[in-house]
């Protein structure tokens, strides 16, 4: 203790010094003159539409926008469940773009699918179009060279990181460290928003990231994800909340990052824009050509598109850490409790990670009491599919809580679930390995290494707790809500702690029975017994053991430290052969399910038995996990 006394003050004084070393005006002017010098000024369109590509999701928005009025709003809306198409809509929106595009992001990989859409915004650029990338810093373009040729491969292209540790693009571990220790809040304040947003008129936003397993491209694990195109008014809410973020003072240019400014000034020579390098390079040309093709793009875009009416762009208030209190600083959030709490009927809720926070289990809670209260399903990960498992530890701790005082239906999803692997076959119809080149088949042996994380991920490249199954594995990552088949939501808020109080959240609301249904039933996909395992209570055996296992349960669930009571009061459970699904409270359950453990296809392994410690120990730290 006494060597700890000695180096604390120092380390804190040094981290104090960090946080405030900005980079001096003078060096930011010399780097502008710099890139506005040397900025790759090639182009490669001289037309006024600045060569634009025809597409028929762009030309849909705009006549939604022609044909509303501020009374009667109209609205193109398009439900991308499946990676391909998410994928390929992105694209022919990027190349189809004639004045701007704003993307707003919480990860941006290097690999394939971070690649491609770099190259096609760049390509953007370069023809003439706007193009500004907002990306949070802690887990985007860890790669200072990268962007170092992105600040000055065109004047029309500008990158802004946001929350930068210490005024850097690159956070070391140490200084990961020490953003934790110095400046906690602020640190732990995160950009989760994504945005796509195109001439203005037509965005999507849900929970896809830049990277692989966002699109079913990843060669072992892989998100089961979601996101909404909307075309319409909606788009103008976009703009006016992406112009927001990009005008706050934690969104800093390349220019007034440390490492980057000092790599410019350094290099006078402006850095050539390289061709991508896929590690697939069939697949990402197959997506490509799907993103022209006008059959393809109408049987799995412009058909499964529908014509509503009310849509809302909801966005939570940058750096709402700074003012938690103020009611719009966390508008995204109100509103979706709002939601909630107004269920007559039925409340649909899909979350990869089911940690409640204080609002919401009041929600919850008030509606269970009802004389009549709404039916609640939760669709979520097991402990087999997700990778965040420091998170799903406090979820498992709070089994009971979630079964008995709120009335919860709850499926964890299977890692090899079928649903998922039908879309997995749609984004990889090359896997075949005697199809590939064979520099591209000999790729499949040297998968890059993941990036260890001891508490898990909640997006990163960290891998899951090992399985005793083999084969593609899946986790839930969607986030979205039904109330009462008349709203839908999708968006990036994970309705938990973190998602209320720290991250920057953004989603779309959709007032439309008909698009409610449809997500409805692709949230209720992940729930069907081939699919998913259901939590329920161990059936009682011998009453008075029972009765007294639930109760020393319960004690040990209320204690905030040393939850170590083994036999807890709910386990999964998987269908018989034969039965037909039934739910938890139904008399007849216990005949057509059989239980599989609290665990189930999981190894023992060291992130299992950290699970079992976070359960245990860990619940100081429920708030930001």
């Keep these: 203790m006494p060597v700890l006394r000695r180096f604390a003050f120092p380390l804190v004084l040094a981290l104090l010094l960090l946080q405030g070393c900005t980079v001096p005006r003078a060096q930011i002017r010399r780097a502008d003159a710099i890139v506005a010098a040397g900025a790759d000024r090639i182009s490669t369109c001289d037309r006024t539409d600045h060569c634009a590509l025809p597409s028929p999701l762009l030309e849909a928005a705009n006549a939604a926008l022609a044909a509303s009025t501020p009374q009667q709003p109209v609205h193109v809306v398009t439900l991308l469940d499946d990676s391909a198409p998410a994928m390929a809509a992105r694209i022919n929106l990027v190349r189809a773009a004639r004045q701007s595009i704003d993307v707003q992001t919480y990860i941006w990989d290097q690999d394939d699918a971070g690649q491609l859409m770099l190259d096609e915004l760049v390509r953007a650029a370069r023809r003439g179009v706007r193009v500004r990338i907002l990306a949070d810093q802690l887990f985007s373009f860890n790669d200072p060279d990268l962007l170092d040729r992105l600040a000055r491969i065109s004047p029309n292209l500008e990158v802004r990181l ?51 397993r966002y699109f079913n491209w990843d060669d072992a694990f892989n998100y089961v994800d979601r996101d909404a195109m909307v075309g319409g008014p909606a788009a103008r809410q976009m703009a006016a909340s992406f112009a927001l973020f990009w005008n706050h003072k934690r969104s800093l240019p390349l220019t007034h990052l440390r490492d980057i400014n000092r790599r410019i000034l350094s290099d006078r020579v402006p850095p050539v824009w390289p061709a991508p390098r896929y590690r697939r390079p069939v697949r990402v040309a197959r997506v ?80 269970h009491r009802r004389t009549d209260p709404p ?84 997006g990163s490249n960290n891998r899951p707790a090992p399985l005793q199954s083999e084969g593609m594995r899946f986790g839930l990552h969607a986030k979205s809500i039904v109330v009462d088949d008349i709203f839908a939501m999708v968006g990036s808020h994970n309705f938990d702690p973190r998602s209320d109080h720290y991250n920057t959240e953004s989603g779309v609301i959709v007032y439309d029975h008909g698009f409610a249904d449809q997500l409805r039933h692709s949230i209720l996909r992940s729930t069907q017994p081939e699919n998913a395992w259901v939590i329920a209570p161990r059936q009682s055996k011998v009453p008075v053991l029972t009765d007294i296992n639930q109760a020393i349960g319960s004690v040990s669930e209320s204690l905030p430290l040393f939850d170590l009571w083994p036999f807890r009061y709910a386990t999964s459970f998987d269908l018989k052969p034969g039965c037909q699904p039934l739910r938890a409270t139904d008399p007849n359950f216990y005949a057509c399910y059989e239980p599989v453990g609290d665990f189930p296809d999981v190894a023992l392994s060291p992130k299992l038995i950290i699970t079992r410690l976070v359960t245990a120990f860990g619940v100081g730290a429920k708030g930001i996990l």
């Design 162 to 212: 946001y929350n930068p540790t210490f005024h850097k693009a690159h956070t070391q571990p140490l200084e990961f460290a020490a953003g934790l220790l110095c400046c906690f809040m602020q640190f732990n304040q995160r950009m989760h928003n994504k945005l796509l947003l195109v001439d203005d008129a037509i965005g999507i936003t849900g929970g896809r990231n830049y990277q692989d």
């Design 375 to 458: 039916r609640v399903i939760v669709s979520t990960n097991s402990l087999a599919a997700t990778d965040a498992f420091a998170v799903y530890a406090m979820s498992y701790k709070h089994r009971k809580r979630y079964l008995k005082k709120f009335g919860f239906e709850v499926h964890e999803l299977k890692p090899h679930a079928p649903s998922a692997a039908v879309d997995n076959e749609l984004a990889n119809l090359d896997l075949d390995t005697t199809a590939l080149p064979p520099s591209e088949a000999a790729s499949l042996a040297h998968v890059p290494a993941a990036r260890f994380h001891l508490l898990g991920s909640r």
């Design 288 to 367: 490509q050509q799907a993103a022209e093709d006008p059959a393809w793009l109408q049987t799995w875009l412009v058909d499964a598109s529908r014509q509503v009416g009310q849509v809302e762009y909801f966005s939570d208030l940058p750096a709402k850490t700074d003012k938690p209190d103020k009611r719009r600083a966390l508008e995204f959030t109100q509103h979706i409790m709002r939601m909630i709490s107004e269920a007559k009927r039925e409340v649909l809720l899909q979350t990869p990670y089911l940690v409640m926070s204080k609002r919401a289990q009041h929600i919850f809670r008030t509606l």
